[in-house]
């Protein structure tokens, strides 16, 4: 069959402005979590971590957001730049587990 | 800064014929790992490794694939009989640790089955 291709949620922000990219993830057990930026045609650059006994962590010009309650991620960029504009993933890891895995992903649009 | 490296960056094969995608690790990270991405789509997990054995693989990580360490810094992905369906980025990644540990990801190979 057809392979078709996901349709990525897309923000756009101007230029200095704060960035909100939200994720909902799956699974219940699952005890740590990264956001990663991908830019066109690179692999996926780590970005900020958060376990689940921490509900908020800062980065510099980022901070992620845990909500266990309702399974809910959040990315927050302060100052916008248009070297922010990729493609934004959260991922998750399982307790005990390897593997991570991805959300579909938050395309970035950073208009100067 | 240390980073994860692949070669090659494109790689072009015919349908069934063989691949190997190469990978150097972050030099004292201990887990190793491949995911895939299909142009548009999430990244997949497909195998981790540590200690000279696979720890955990997905279900795409069928008998056609498997891995290898054959020296003391390469990790390589071998697609035995390539299909069309494999064409996709193949991401290396590495971490210090296994519970909790980032996992960094190399700049990845786009395979490319005609």
């Known amino acids: 069959g057809e392979s078709v291709g996901l349709h990525l949620p897309t923000l756009s922000v101007q230029e200095g402005d704060n960035s909100i990219i939200n994720c909902a993830y799956s699974n219940s057990a699952s005890d740590y979590f990264i956001w990663y930026k991908q830019e066109s045609g690179k692999g996926p650059q780590f970005i900020i971590d958060i376990r689940s006994n921490m509900d908020k962590r800062q980065g510099q010009r980022v901070t992620v957001l845990l909500n266990k309650t309702v399974k809910h991620l959040s990315l927050q960029i302060a100052a916008t730049q248009p070297g922010d504009s990729a493609v934004y993933f959260c991922a998750e890891k399982a307790t005990g587990a390897n593997n991570l895995f991805f959300g579909t992903g938050t395309r970035l649009t950073v208009i100067p | 800064e240390p980073e994860v490296t692949q070669t090659p960056s494109h790689q072009v094969t015919q349908m069934g014929q063989e691949v190997i995608l190469r990978c150097v690790p972050i030099?004292?990270?201990?887990?190793f790992y491949w995911y895939r991405q299909i142009l548009g789509q999430k990244v997949e997990f497909l195998v981790s490794f540590y200690n000279n054995e696979i720890s955990e693989k997905s279900e795409i990580f069928d008998d056609q694939f498997s891995v290898e360490r054959p020296d003391g810094s390469n990790f390589t992905l071998k697609i035995r009989s390539t299909k069309l369906e494999d064409s996709a980025m193949y991401f290396c990644?590495?971490?210090?640790?296994?519970?909790?540990?980032?996992?960094?990801f190399g700049p990845g190979t786009r395979l490319t089955v005609l």
């Open positions: 030099s004292n990270h201990l887990y």
């Open positions: 990644a590495s971490s210090a640790g296994r519970a909790g540990d980032t996992q960094y």
